[in-house]
């Protein structure tokens, strides 16, 4: 009895940590719980799940730890509220594509170099 509480403790430990940074991650761009699900197309209650450690399904842990490193990519180079404005505007370092369609789908090395290049002041 004791070792399955502590086998089941631990197991619940590890799925609040798992799912909690990447939520934070992804969050800290976004000026609420419910515009971060309108940009990752899941109902607010699938974010709240998520902030409370509720481990989300392979593709959106994925698409989750994208959006987050892109956000990542873009705090302190942008204002915190113009990263969505960022994420969803046509970027021409990316072919005139929203950086939110690439990087959720699954292309985050051309939002991170679209990023740099905007920095360095590089035209497209």
């Known amino acids: 009895m004791v070792r399955e509480t502590a086998e089941r403790v631990q197991e619940v430990a590890s799925r609040v940590a798992s799912a909690w940074p990447l939520y934070l991650a992804a969050r800290r761009g976004f000026a609420s719980d419910a515009e971060l699900a309108r940009f990752l197309g899941v109902h607010r209650s699938q974010v709240a799940r998520w902030k409370a450690g509720t481990p989300a399904d392979p593709e959106n842990e994925e698409r989750l730890r ?9 705090t302190g180079y942008l ?3 113009t990263i969505p404005d ?3 505007g046509v970027n021409p370092h990316l072919g005139h594509r ?3 369609d690439v ?3 699954g292309r985050v ?3 991170l170099a679209a990023i740099e290049a905007e920095k360095r002041g590089a035209f497209a």
């Open 98 to 100: 929203r950086p939110i």
């Open 79 to 81: 204002d915190t509220a």
């Open 66 to 74: 994208n959006l987050g490193t892109v956000v990542d990519g873009l």
């Open 86 to 88: 960022w994420l969803v």
């Open 103 to 105: 990087a959720l789908s």
């Open 109 to 111: 090395t051309e939002v």
